[in-house]
């Protein structure tokens, strides 16, 4: 069966076509191809990971967990999650991979050449409103989630941006699929008075319990420390679940598979100015 699409008889319905917003005309054809031809309609790929921080006295602290999935793969067990952008400025991302590896590399170049344009160290607003301006506009298509945090002329700040653009300003702080374990131990631990010690400890705790508890976050715990001289990470600070086993054989000695050619071809020489080809 054909889909009939009805064609405008009068400018009424020539205007009603043209105004916009959402048309449920394909909604049956695309029920029938799913039904008939086995065609399955995109999905948004679940993204796992934990990720939060806290304000202490001077300082912001962030940690992460470090794996990163691809589906229901583990693409990698010990990636790095919190990302520079100023010397006093570092965040941790959840979300897209790419879209946070390169929202955060353009957010880095940016501040660079602010720094060199004021010549004065960027302000946590700053870093915030343009993220958010950004991911605003590209309406959540941009899949970066990120808790930024930093340490400027006006003390210390921890900012939670979502994909869409809106921000939160919070003492404590989490994201990722693994924020309800987080933010349970934050809420019910985090006071006013921590230390720099105690918050780290504080963080490592809520990024073990979405490591236990979600399924998409695993790997390591990953601090990051920033004061008002800058900002250290801690990687690996806790590897809360070691590999138990391995492999049971040793792998094969290099010369086990027997090499029965090599040739090695000699394709150009380059010589001063000009190319010359070889045989």
């Known amino acids: 069966p054909g889909c009939h699409v009805k064609e405008a008889q009068d400018y009424q319905e020539v205007l009603q076509q043209q105004r916009g917003g959402f048309s449920f005309e394909l909604c049956k054809r695309n029920a029938y191809l799913a039904k008939s031809a086995s065609i399955k309609p995109p999905a948004a790929m679940k993204t796992g990971t934990t990720i939060c921080g806290v304000k202490v006295k001077d300082a912001v602290i962030l940690a992460a967990d470090t794996r990163a ?19 006093n400025v570092f965040c941790a991302g959840a979300g897209t991979a790419a879209d946070l590896e390169h929202t955060t590399q353009l957010m880095e170049s940016q501040m660079e050449l602010l720094k060199l344009a004021t010549g004065t160290q960027p302000r946590v607003c700053t870093v915030v409103r343009r993220l958010s301006n950004m991911l605003f506009k590209y309406q959540g298509y941009v899949g970066c989630a990120l808790v930024l945090g930093g340490v400027d002329c006006t003390g210390p700040h921890l900012y939670s941006i979502a994909p869409h653009g809106s921000t939160d300003y919070s003492p404590f702080t989490t994201m990722g699929s693994g924020c309800l374990a987080a933010m349970s131990v934050l809420e019910s631990e985090y006071r006013d008075d921590l230390t720099i010690e105690e918050g780290k400890a504080l963080v490592a705790k809520a990024i073990r319990a979405g490591i236990f508890n979600d399924l998409g976050s695993g790997g390591n715990v990953d601090v990051c420390v920033i004061t008002k001289d800058g900002g250290k990470i801690f990687r690996n600070m806790e590897k809360p679940c070691p590999r138990q086993f391995k492999a049971q054989y040793k792998p094969f000695p290099k010369g086990t598979t027997p090499v029965l050619k090599e040739e090695i071809l000699k394709l150009c020489t380059v010589e001063t100015g000009d190319v010359t080809m070889s045989g």
């Open 69 to 87: 999935t691809a589906g229901s793969m583990v693409a990698d067990g010990n990636c790095e999650k919190l990302h520079f952008i100023a010397d």
